[in-house]
């Protein structure tokens, strides 16, 4: 590109003041940024003064409510703190009761723990102590019985000496009689010789016809004694009656039988059954030998109170008393006599006989609670007693007496046979009980005690006492504890010629079965001999000649004594 001409010197200052005014306007624009910079200093600073008081007032504000959240903050951890420690206090003071209280509980479990074992070291010592005292009460009274019987015997053999002394006087009596008269004939002996002596036959001695047996019941004792001859002979006769029933399969009472129908046999022998009559009650025709008879059926109730020795026995008692009520109101007959007695240690006697419904229903309930039997009242032989109603009681012995005598059930079933000779009659003693006496611990088995069974049976036997033994627990037999005890109750009723029931829905079942086998029985008579001043007991047994028939007796009685 081409130029224009310019002079040198004119360029240089056109240049000079191009610079000059290059550098002027830089100078300005420079002034101008500084005075711009300077002023956003100043106003900045003027700006910045109330901010930064702000900003110191804010901070002073944060800063105080810092501290005062601070403090607040320290506070509520201090309330924190103090709570805690309150809860942490309680928890211990929670965890220290349960404490307390549970060493109390322990304390008390062993303080009653030892009260437990101290009273079964007590009763165990206590029962030990009776035991030995039991046994030697047994053996004292078994010496005692040992020495009365060997007296027994020697005035037994003192009395058959004097016997034999007086029939040995009577007889050289007889044969120094006879001497005499001898001698004083020899002087007519040839006179004598041509007549011929006269000779008295013998008499053949003479007894009375037997009554029927309605009417020895009515008046006389179950036995009769005699003696055959009146001079020395000992052979002695006795009239034995047995109460007899006779049933078929079905359990039907059997009517219609004669002395021919009855097999007795006594000490494998033999007997002649001289009567044989039949008593039944007012819903049964009674026939037989006797003709028809209505006589009164007699139940003892016996209640044998175990619930001390088994507690859970109480609610099978009182199941048995309220049963055996509801039989009493709803199917006793009108002539049916009723006796309720107990047992817990000693016999209790709760009512003697009697047809007064309202009155056997109360003794019942008394029995089946085991509660203390009534004070004895008057004697029944009294006016003001009803005379058709016979007395066991008479012939029992009272308060201490009475305990001393029952202090073993089977000393108290003894002494009610005893009491029951002189009722004539079949009488029923329903046994409420689980059973009685010791089971082997060996071997697990009963077995009866030497020491009273037998005498016991003899008793009830001779005293014409049917046991019916009723199992107190019923269904409930599997207990271990009574397994084999209840043989006791088995072998009593077999003996004396009951039934032993052990199986029932409710006790109603057997009382109904034992009322039903006994609406009639066979009164047999026969005779038996035996030395005179001997006694004993004889066993009996008695069959029918119909296979069929089913016949319960007892199984033997007592002689001599008397």
Partial sequence: ???ANVPRPLFTLLVTLLVAALILLLGS???AQENKQRGKVVKATIVEEPVEAEDEASEESEESSDAEAAEESARGEEDADRETDARARARAERKAEKERIAAGKKADREAEKANREAEKEARQEAEER???AARDRREAEAAAEARERETARREAEEADAARRAEASAAAAAVESEASEATTATEASAATAADAEPEVAAPRAASTPAPRTAPDRAADLPPVREAPRDQFGERLLVREVLLDVLVTDRQGNVVTGLGPEDFVVTERGQQREVTSASFYGGPELA??????????DRYFILFFHDQKQAAPFLTAAQLDAGRWTKRWIEEEMLPNDQVAVMGYDTRLKVYLDFTRDRDEIVEAVTNASLGRK??????????P???GDSPSILVNMPTGKTLARQTRKLQEALELIGQAAEGIVGRKNLLLFSVGYGDVDTQFGLWTPDPRYYPDMMESLNTGNVAVYAIDTMGSERGRPAFATINDSLSSIANDTGGHYYSTFVNPISPLRQIAEENRGYYLLSYRSEYDAGTQGYREVE??????????????GYRYGGT
């Fill in 130 to 132: 009776e035991r030995v």
């Fill in 373 to 382: 039997e009534p004070d004895r009242w008057t004697s029944r032989s009294e």
């Fill in 542 to 555: 008695v069959e029918t000649r119909n296979p069929e028939y089913e016949v319960r007796a007892r199984k």
């Fill in 1 to 3: 590109m081409r130029t």
């Fill in 384 to 386: 003001e007693f009803d």
């Fill in 29 to 31: 624009v420079a002034g």
């Fill in 286 to 295: 009674a026939t037989g030998q006797g003709g028809e008879v209505r006589t």
